[in-house]
């Protein structure tokens, strides 16, 4: 069946810190997969997105994530968060019909 | 920047009443869907709709529930008779062919 898992539910950092978001798939064929941010009150909004090519993929706010074909794998990385970046964020994953698959979230609380 | 619009944003309503949750989805757009989110749980996939039709539900999407595309630009989704258990925020998401999903801000259904 199709799935994506995040594992970490809550992520509390320090502003400056580093962050790596976790992210596993497991889908048939071809997969696309996306990061999206919830603020609080708002919609939910792309952060970046894989469809082919370069597994590297840089998004907006600083935010980049690396499809791991071998791992099934695409983690969300920051090297420097802000306490602006307090917010929840989605894993999901698409296949043609784009139907997402959402991931539980991940709720990241930055500490001024 | 063209984004999706929900309306209300927020809807009380008493259990067994009729809802209809509307949502203007971007205007050269073709693939239209509905997600919900149970409080605290994931954002899960409810239906599809493409060329006036449904081309994909989810088992949440019952007979309980019907969407319609009622002119150009309005997208709905209808539930016929509200259980407690249907309190959730509904997103409406929107794409054009070949891109992600854009989606609305929600509208936060509470039965009671």
């Known amino acids: 069946a199709q799935s994506v898992s995040q594992h970490n539910h809550h992520v509390i950092l320090s502003e400056a810190a580093s962050l790596e978001l976790g992210c596993n798939y497991s889908y048939g064929g071809t997969v696309n997969l996306f990061w999206y941010v919830q603020y609080p009150g708002q919609h939910l909004q792309l952060l970046l997105k894989y469809f082919s090519g370069d597994p590297l993929v840089k998004g907006i706010k600083g935010f980049e994530a690396e499809f791991i074909k071998s791992k099934f794998s695409f983690n969300l990385r920051k090297p420097s968060v802000q306490w602006s970046d307090t917010a929840e964020y989605f894993c999901?994953?698409?296949?043609?019909?784009?139907?997402?698959?959402f991931g539980t979230g991940t709720r990241l609380k930055v500490l001024a | 920047e063209p984004e999706v619009t929900q309306t209300p944003s927020h809807q009380v309503t008493q259990m067994g009443q009729e809802v209809i949750l509307r949502c203007v989805p971007i205007s050269n757009h073709l693939y239209f869907y509905w997600y919900r989110q149970i409080l605290g749980q994931k954002v899960e996939f409810l239906v599809s709709f493409y060329n006036n039709e449904i081309s994909e539900k989810s088992e949440i999407f019952d007979d309980q529930f019907s969407v319609e595309r009622p002119d150009g630009s309005n997208f709905t989704l209808k539930i016929r008779s509200t259980k407690l258990e249907d309190s959730a925020m509904y997103f409406c998401?929107?794409?054009?062919?070949?891109?992600?999903?854009?989606f609305g801000q929600g509208t936060r259904l509470t039965v009671v």
């Open positions: 999901a994953a698409a296949s043609g019909t784009y139907k997402y698959i």
């Open positions: 998401a929107s794409r054009r062919t070949g891109t992600e999903a854009f």
